[in-house]
């Protein structure tokens, strides 16, 4: 599962019109009508996919609540996806 937090470049602790303004400069940049890129519709959804999540209260809170269950069950999946997702592009 992405990290909704990083699809739109926000941190955890953003508030709702912190998540509202990263979803529409991520939406204006990667909308497939103006966006040539062949995954800019994948990578659009995503986008819809974060906004959804993170914009609703109760979503955003069961989201949290399992990215909090996963780190305690899964520690070493955690990790390699906070790798992949952080760090893997600043060392090569």
Not at 1 to 21: C, E, F, N, Q, W
Not at 41 to 62: I, M, N, T, W
Not at 78 to 89: N, P
Request: charged content about 25%; proline content about 4%.
């Amino acid at each position: 599962m992405r990290d909704h937090y990083a699809v739109l470049g926000i941190s955890p602790g953003a508030s709702a019109d912190l998540v509202k303004a990263a979803y529409r400069k991520q939406a204006n940049l990667l909308h497939p009508d103006k966006n040539p890129a062949a995954d800019a519709a994948a990578r659009f959804r995503e986008v819809q996919l974060a906004y959804e999540v993170l914009s609703d209260g109760a979503k955003r809170k069961a989201y949290d609540d399992f990215r909090q269950r996963s780190l305690i069950d899964d520690p070493i999946l955690v990790a390699t996806e906070i790798w992949h997702t952080y760090c893997s592009g600043i060392v090569k």
